[in-house]
Structure formats: structure tokens, C-alpha cells
Nanobody, 128 residues
Framework: QVRLVESGGGSVQAGGSLKLSCAAS????????MGWYRQAPGKERELVSL???????NYADSVKDRFAISQDNDKNTMYLQMNSLKAEDTAVYYC??????????????????????WGQGTQVTVSS
């Protein structure tokens, strides 16, 4: 059973930093890319950042140059370093991973095109 658990959220003042962690269990961490999403009150969930299985990264324009996504395959953990936080970064942050279809251990698999697994979220509150 796949389980994603976020941690590291909290309350900070604008300009501050936080580092979120996403610990994965029951998931082959290096198999497919993973991502961070967020949902602010009254708004739809939005993509924050993605990291591919080859380590390539993508960021929403709103967080580019302020946030950094990374992962430690040995620890089965993904991170989101958030610097220069703004009030508009206030949201619940979720980590997510796509499904794995096929046999990973025979290198005969594909990754789902949508995120199938989600964590419970961690609250980030930035005060101005």
C-alpha cells in the first residue's frame, strides 16, 4: 500500500523559509517523477513543482527562483525548500506520485499520466 506523508509545514513571516518533506512508503521512489501541489482557501489545487525520474525539475512561474524540489532516493523522501516566502504562498501543500503500471523490476513499466497517490497535506501559513 502506497503512503505519502508530508511534514515541515508551519507558520512563518514573509521572507522566511520552510522545508517540506514527503516520505514515501510502498512506492518505488526512483521509478516515476513526483510532485508538490498546493491548495489555498477558496482556490483550486495547483501544481507547484515536479521532479522527473531523471532528476529534471519544473516549477510554477509563481515559485520559480524561490522554491527548490529535490529527492533522496536512499531515504525515499522528496523535499521542497521554500525561500523568500510570500503571503500568497499560504496553502495546504500536498505531495503526489503517479501510478506505476507493469513490472518495475523487469524494467517493463510505464508511469501514469496523472497523480494517483496523494499525501494528507501540510499547512503553510505566511504572514505579511
Amino acid at each position: 500500500q502506497v503512503r505519502l506523508v508530508e511534514s515541515g509545514g508551519g507558520s512563518v513571516q514573509a521572507g522566511g523559509s520552510l522545508k517540506l518533506s514527503c516520505a514515501a512508503s510502498g512506492y518505488i521512489f526512483s521509478s516515476c517523477g513526483m510532485g508538490w501541489y498546493r491548495q489555498a482557501p477558496g482556490k483550486e489545487r495547483e501544481l507547484v513543482s515536479l521532479i522527473g525520474r531523471d532528476g529534471t525539475t519544473n516549477y510554477a512561474d509563481s515559485v520559480k527562483d524561490r522554491f527548490a524540489i529535490s529527492q533522496d532516493n536512499d531515504k525515499n523522501t522528496m523535499y521542497l525548500q521554500m525561500n523568500s516566502l510570500k503571503a500568497e504562498d499560504t496553502a495546504v501543500y500536498y505531495c503526489a506520485a503517479p501510478g506505476i503500471f507493469g513490472n518495475y523490476y523487469r524494467d517493463n513499466y510505464v508511469c501514469g499520466h496523472t497523480m494517483s497517490y496523494w499525501g494528507q497535506g501540510t499547512q503553510v501559513t505566511v504572514s505579511s
